[in-house]
């Protein structure tokens, strides 16, 4: 009998995709086989991009690396993984403060499956102190965010925030 394929589920809102969002699905291939990058569509957070911006970037960033499969989902996510076929949840945990709510959504999904484990990765020191929304406040307001996101995140940055644009002209 072949050996069977080892699914995680990366999920998040990717409002929009950053460098640590991608260093977390690449080094989670180490562990996983294959890797859904799944894209949350009913998120409380008012987003800047739709839920197919959102996607059709992150499958842009991974066009080349068939094992990262880009998918929106939505409701929870202990069923939405259930019917993937996944074992675990990967998360990266950036700093102390994410702890808590790492750990209460752990603790929530596994009540909730308690088949499914969550998979921790520590961020790599170079992304510590970014997320979505930091990039897209520097965006909006003119200042550099190329090295930091994805080619086809800072595209679409570029197409939604005047300023920014401008930076990309003058560069
Ligand atoms: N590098 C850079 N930034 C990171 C990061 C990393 N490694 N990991 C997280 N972040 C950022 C995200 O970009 C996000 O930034 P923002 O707040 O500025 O948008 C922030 O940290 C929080 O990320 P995360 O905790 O992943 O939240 P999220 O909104 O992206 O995703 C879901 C939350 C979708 C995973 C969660 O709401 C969910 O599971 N929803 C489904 C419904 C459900 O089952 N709920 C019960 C769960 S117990």
């Keep these: 009998m072949g050996k069977e394929e080892r699914i995680a589920i990366y999920p998040g809102t ?5 460098n640590g969002h991608a260093s977390i699905v690449r080094r989670g291939l180490q562990l996983f086989d294959k890797v859904i990058l799944a894209v949350a569509s ?7 991009f739709s839920l197919d911006e959102r996607v059709s970037m992150a499958k842009e ?12 989902f939505r409701g929870l996510l202990v069923d939405y993984a259930r019917e993937r076929g996944a074992c675990a949840l ?6 102390v403060s994410d702890f808590e709510y790492e750990f209460q959504s752990a ?24 997320s979505s929304t930091v990039i897209r ?17 800072v595209r679409r ?7 920014f644009a401008e930076k990309g002209i003058n560069a």
């Design 137 to 153: 406040t520097v965006a909006e307001l003119g200042g550099e965010v190329e090295g930091l996101v994805p080619e086809p995140v």
């Design 14 to 18: 990717f409002d929009p995709l950053t």
């Design 61 to 72: 960033a991974f066009k080349n690396e068939p094992e990262i499969c880009i998918e929106p």
């Design 157 to 163: 940055l570029r197409e939604k925030y005047p300023k």
């Design 107 to 130: 603790l929530m999904n596994r009540r909730l499956n308690a088949d499914l484990e969550t998979v921790f990765l520590m961020s790599d020191y170079r992304w510590l102190y970014i």
């Design 42 to 48: 009913d998120t409380p957070k008012t987003t800047l």
């Design 90 to 95: 990967l998360r990266g945990l950036r700093a």
